[in-house]
Structure formats: structure tokens, C-alpha cells
């Protein structure tokens, strides 16, 4: 394959441009400050409706507000006295009923955005409404405790902006055979073959080259340890349900991977949000509820802590297209099996006393939840990943 081919091939396919640091070797053993737990964050992309996911049910102001789009979801997703699932979260409930999962309300952060884009961005890499980074919380999680790319993996053809550190980045994958193919294309191994010759040492060597190098590395060891262990268990036939079965994969197989990133897209429920909403949610409940039973039948369920998050809630009051517009504070879940407040961590905010743009209050910096993650799961010294302090929460 000539050099220009390659370089195009490996572009647009399976993400072999994402790590930008050099690393010369992938064979080492992880140190022990790696351990085995493991952290998946799951992203719900475009701004969830956290109002018609965690239902206030008994609130007149959530049912004026919403005429066409307030839910009276049945008994059996009861919560708390105000609080109940969205019905299509049913399969939720059994991990909620066995103290697998926290629940924590009007999370957020001062001075909200309501882009998309840069909401994103905010809760990626951890900055303040007015600050901008160039690297991720989880990119900097990996510059400071971690020794390869494949530490942190992507479920997707692109690397987002909360795994690329400074030093070193995570990966990208969506199908781990393709990379692996095209990783062992002879221009690349004739690459790897001459990097220990004298004239391609590490300061003459091109940047492009480098990273290649390093794919495929990574490339052959997820090739080779995703082997040992596939996943036999059903998954809705969904891109979503196809990323977690990989990431269960992944964990099963042992993989010494501490972080797994998933997204699921489509929550921009501007029009016609019901509809929309419940088939969303009934594939993120669905999904989540086969991975869970996945991990526990391989008893990998223990060491693992599963985050869902999205960049903003929806306005209170539904629109004139039967939707709702981007809001801000929002709930996001925690699922795991060593919780210390499972349930419902926090009330929601009252909606008689909104921000401004209609909006509900935020109570928890989102990254209140990033400090408890990262010192109390994960074992990492936050100072050096988070820019300020935030107190860790009590779920873990």
C-alpha cells in the first residue's frame, strides 16, 4: 500500500490517529496503583429531559408546565413519595430495588451554557463556564496515573475531547478486528520493523509515524485479549446495545482497561418528545440491564462503576412543539454494587423557585461527582487532574 493510501485509509477508518504521546512499549505490565476497578461513562448526548426521567409525579407545577408532556408513571417505579422512574426505565428498577444504583439530582455547575457544543466541552474536560481546555478530566486521569493508551478506550470511531490528555491520550475503537487489520498493513509493520534502526530514533521519527507505531501496539493487544472472553449475552440489536456488549467484552476478557466511554445520542427533543424519549430510554434501560446481568455472570459486576451523565437538562415548561428546550442542572446516575447511599442521593429542586431562563437550580457541581469518582474509585490524586477543589459526595 503506497504511503498516501495508508495515511487516508487509517484517517477515516477506526480511529488510528488518536494517541498523541509516544510510548515505546505495550508489553509491560501494569503497576499495582492500576488495579482492576473500572470506571464507564455513559454520555446521553444532546441534553436529556431529567424532569421526564425521574418523574415528580405528585408536583401541580411540573403538570402545568408540562400539559402534553407530564407522566404519571405506575406504583411499581416508585422512588421515593415524590419520585418515580419514567416507565420505559422499568428494567432500572431492579437495580434500584437491590441498592445497585444512586440517583443524584440538580447537578450543574455556575453560570450555565446552553450550547450544545460547549456544554459538552465544560463537562469533558472539567472547566469552568468561562474556561477553556485542551485536553479532558479523563485525558488528564491518564497523564497522571496511567502507562498506555489502551487504559481508557472509546466505543467509537473518534476520540472525544474528555480522553485526550497532554502526555497521553486514550484510544478509540469501534471494531477492535478492523483496527487490528489495519494495523498490520506492511507499511506500518515495515515501520515498526526499522524503529530501533539508528536513523528513525525518536527525534527524527515523524509525528504521524510515531502514532502509528503506537496503534499498533495497542491494536494487537485488544486483539489478542478481547479473544478470551466474547460476550454470549443478548443485547438489544442497537448501536448502544452493540457498544456495551463490546465493553463487556472488553471486561470480561480483563483487559487492563480502567476507563470505557459509550454514548448515546438522539435527546434533542425539541418536537414530539414523547415518542422519541421513551424508545431512547428504553434502549439506554435495556442496554444497561443486560450489561449489569453481563458482568455478574462473569463476576467482573463488583470492580466496575458505571456513570450516566448528559451536558444539560430541559427547560421546565414544555414548548409549543410538544418538546422541551435545552435547560441546564440535570440528574445523572451512578450504577454499581459498593454504593453507600444507593437510592435517591438528593430531592429535586423545587420548581416554584427556577433561575431566570426557567430553569432548575443547581445544587451539586458536576464536579463534586468527578472528585468522588476519581480519589474514592479510582484512587487517583485529584489535584492533579481537576483545576479547583471540590468536595467528594457520599454515594461511594
Known amino acids: 500500500m503506497k504511503r498516501r493510501s495508508f495515511i487516508k485509509t487509517t484517517s477515516l477508518a477506526s480511529g488510528l490517529l488518536f494517541v498523541p504521546s509516544f510510548i515505546q512499549a505495550f508489553e509491560n505490565t501494569l503497576s499495582s496503583k492500576f488495579g482492576y476497578k473500572r470506571l464507564v461513562i455513559v454520555q446521553l ?4 429531559d431529567g424532569l421526564n426521567t425521574v418523574v415528580p409525579y405528585r408536583d ?4 402545568k408546565s408540562r400539559p402534553n408532556l407530564g407522566l404519571k408513571p405506575e406504583a411499581d417505579l416508585h422512588l421515593t413519595d415524590d419520585l418515580r422512574l419514567h416507565p420505559s426505565l422499568l428494567p432500572l428498577k431492579d437495580l434500584y430495588d437491590n441498592g445497585y444504583l444512586t440517583i443524584v439530582n440538580n447537578v450543574g455547575y455556575p453560570n450555565p451554557n446552553r450550547s450544545h457544543f460547549r456544554a459538552m466541552d465544560i463537562w469533558q474536560t472539567a472547566s469552568d463556564s468561562d474556561s477553556y481546555y485542551q485536553n479532558g478530566w479523563l485525558g488528564r486521569y491518564l497523564d497522571a496515573e496511567g502507562e498506555h493508551p489502551y487504559n481508557a478506550i472509546e466505543i467509537s470511531e473518534n476520540l472525544s475531547l474528555a480522553l485526550k490528555g497532554k502526555e497521553l491520550s486514550g484510544i478509540a475503537v469501534k471494531n477492535p478486528e478492523m483496527l487490528y487489520r489495519l494495523s498490520q498493513d506492511p507499511f506500518l509493520k515495515r515501520i515498526s520493523k526499522n524503529f530501533n534502526d539508528a536513523h528513525l530514533n525518536e527525534h527524527n521519527l515523524g509525528y504521524l509515524y510515531k502514532t502509528m507505531i ?11 485479549t478481547n479473544k478470551i472472553q466474547s460476550s454470549k449475552a ?3 440489536k442497537t448501536d448502544f446495545g452493540n457498544q456495551l456488549k463490546l465493553i463487556a467484552s472488553f471486561i470480561n476478557s480483563r483487559l487492563k482497561t480502567k476507563v470505557f466511554y459509550a454514548s448515546l445520542d438522539g435527546f434533542d427533543t425539541h418536537v414530539n418528545q414523547l415518542k422519541v424519549h421513551n424508545r431512547l430510554l428504553s434502549n439506554y434501560a435495556d442496554s444497561i440491564s443486560t450489561f449489569v446481568n453481563d458482568l455478574k455472570s462473569q463476576g467482573t459486576f463488583d470492580d466496575t462503576l458505571i456513570l450516566t451523565f448528559s451536558e444539560f437538562g430541559r427547560r421546565v415548561k414544555q414548548n409549543s412543539g410538544r418538546g422541551t428546550d435545552h435547560g441546564s442542572a440535570n440528574n445523572l446516575f451512578v450504577i454499581g ?10 430531592q429535586l429542586a423545587s420548581l416554584s423557585n427556577l433561575d431566570d431562563n426557567g430553569d432548575i437550580k443547581y445544587e451539586i457541581d458536576f464536579r463534586a461527582i468527578y472528585t468522588t469518582v476519581l480519589n474514592r474509585w479510582l484512587d487517583a490524586d485529584t489535584s492533579k487532574i481537576l483545576k479547583g477543589s471540590f468536595k467528594p459526595l457520599d454515594f461511594l
Open 337 to 346: 454494587k459498593h454504593l453507600k447511599k444507593p437510592g435517591v442521593y438528593n
Open 60 to 63: 401541580d407545577i411540573y403538570f
Open 45 to 48: 448526548s444532546g441534553g436529556n
Open 234 to 236: 443478548t443485547y438489544p
Open 214 to 224: 503506537t496503534a499498533e501496539s495497542s491494536a494487537k493487544y485488544i486483539h489478542e
